[in-house]
């Protein structure tokens, strides 16, 4: 297991596009975060699962965005109806539930809404 | 109150020299405090952690220390190399949530 996969690395889109990025935890890993970083900024919270059951979204997370974690394995994120204002770095990151440990990232999804 | 802050914003400092980068807390909540590295194009990578229970812990050339009372923490890189240049983040974690995040501070290690 090399760590948390994230696919595509990169998505140009057109305004009022979906887009769906990918990610891989590592296997062992049942916590699943998604956290957006926009350029100069920290990462924020978006959502995370236990599992398959997505315990908590952020206020940030709006209508327009879903995330699923089918099986408790990959998750998906999708953006709906795309604004310019989407454009960041979406990470994710995978942990043990109540593990002592902090996160481990994927190198992250950056999405350009043009 | 569930804000991280950090700083300085930018950093530049001298190979061989000591680089500290401060946050501040207000949530008593918190119990767990790493700090995070991130190269231009990659996700962040755990670089040490601390627990509210203890004031300093040292890997390597990496040093955290932190005061309880002040609700602060540091963090202290020895003998900075150019390859330390990237941006480093602090967080804070929500009795076993999710992790907030400072602002980042880029440092700049000249050779």
């Known amino acids: 297991d090399t760590g948390v996969s994230q696919d595509p690395r990169h998505k140009i889109t057109k305004r009022g596009q979906n887009v769906t990025f990918r990610c891989d935890p590592i296997s062992e890993h049942n916590r699943l975060y998604w956290y957006r970083q926009t350029l100069g900024q920290g990462p924020e919270f978006l959502t995370y699962?236990?599992?398959?059951?997505?315990?908590?979204k952020s206020r940030l997370l709006s209508d327009r965005f879903s995330a699923e974690r089918p099986k408790g394995s990959f998750s998906t994120l999708e953006i709906q109806r795309t604004e310019q204002g989407d454009s960041a770095m979406y990470l994710c990151?995978?942990?043990?539930?109540?593990?002592?440990?902090?996160?481990?990232f994927g190198s992250g999804t950056r999405l350009t809404v043009v | 109150q569930q804000q991280v802050k950090q700083s300085p914003q930018s950093l530049i400092v001298q190979k061989g020299g000591i680089s500290i980068i401060n946050c501040a807390y207000e949530?008593?909540?918190?119990?767990?405090f790493p700090w995070y590295q991130q190269f231009p194009g990659k996700g962040p990578a755990l670089l040490i952690a601390i627990r509210p229970d203890v004031s300093e812990k040292k890997e390597g050339r990496f040093t955290i220390s932190f005061n309880k009372s002040a609700k602060q923490f540091s963090l202290h890189i020895m003998d900075s190399q150019p390859g330390d240049s990237a941006t480093y983040f602090c967080a804070a974690r929500l009795r076993g949530q999710n992790f907030v995040f400072g602002p980042g501070t880029r440092l700049s290690v000249l050779p």
């Open positions: 699962f236990q599992n398959e059951a997505q315990l908590e």
């Open positions: 990151a995978s942990s043990l539930a109540g593990g002592v440990d902090g996160y481990t």
């Open positions: 949530n008593t909540a918190f119990d767990y």
